[in-house]
């Protein structure tokens, strides 16, 4: 399985719903990461998991909670969103040292 | 992680070879040089990286100066399925890749 899942695909949330995003891989890689896309814009990063631990936080507030239950799953936890935050959502996974990221499809979000 | 510059937009006929460009003249000695292409509205997929030699893959070939000062993506017979926005990154490792605005390849028949 060289693949990175996420789901939904598509998710349409109002501000005041609490929703998650999931992410898998059975790559054995070690490392997870969040990135948000705006329309138009490169993606940026907002969280990186090392053995399951949050290594990396971008001043990310605190509307999204991510979380890393093991190995192979990471979650994305969205509470009291705001329309800004409509995107695409990307996962990504990397083995250690200088491979590459493989990334998932995305789930694109939608805050009403 | 040193700033990279790219054009913002490429045009390019069928079967010709494109020649991306990327600067990144404050590179450390330690940063490779990474690509990625991002297809519309799917997630970036990893092309190549290098860190001194030129390198080449089923998909592309990196060509690195030998000051390490830029480099150029070649996708040596470009099909209308290359059309992306194509990122160069320089990082030391993949702890933490931030993309940069990138360049719009368009491949034209």
């Known amino acids: 399985d060289t693949e990175v899942t996420q789901t939904p695909k598509h998710l349409v949330m109002g501000m005041t719903n609490k929703k998650s995003l999931k992410c898998e891989q059975h790559m054995g890689h070690r490392a997870m990461y969040w990135y948000k896309q705006k329309a138009k814009k490169p993606p940026e990063l907002m969280f990186v998991y090392s053995y399951e631990k949050l290594s990396i936080n971008e001043s990310v507030p605190s509307r999204f909670s991510p979380e890393c239950p093991n190995s192979s799953l990471l979650n994305l936890h969205l509470h009291a969103l705001q329309p800004e935050d409509s995107a695409l959502y990307l996962c990504?996974?990397?083995?250690?040292?200088?491979?590459?990221?493989?990334f998932g499809s995305g789930t694109r979000l939608t805050v009403v | 992680d040193a700033k990279t510059t790219q054009p913002p937009s490429m045009d390019c006929a069928e079967g010709r070879a494109a020649n991306l460009p990327c600067n990144h003249s404050?590179?450390?000695?330690?940063?490779?040089v990474y690509w990625y292409r991002q297809i519309h509205s799917q997630g970036p997929q990893y092309i190549i990286h290098g860190l001194k030699n030129n390198e080449t893959n089923e998909m592309a070939s990196l060509i690195i100066t030998e000051d390490r000062k830029s480099s150029t993506l070649i996708l040596p017979h470009a099909t209308l399925r290359d059309t992306a926005v194509y990122y160069c990154?320089?990082?030391?490792?993949?702890?933490?890749?931030?993309f940069g605005t990138g360049t719009r390849l368009q491949v034209f028949p």
């Open positions: 990154i320089a990082a030391p490792n993949t702890d933490k890749l931030i």
């Open positions: 990504a996974s990397s083995q250690s040292g200088d491979y590459g990221y493989t």
């Open positions: 404050t590179i450390s000695g330690n940063e490779y």
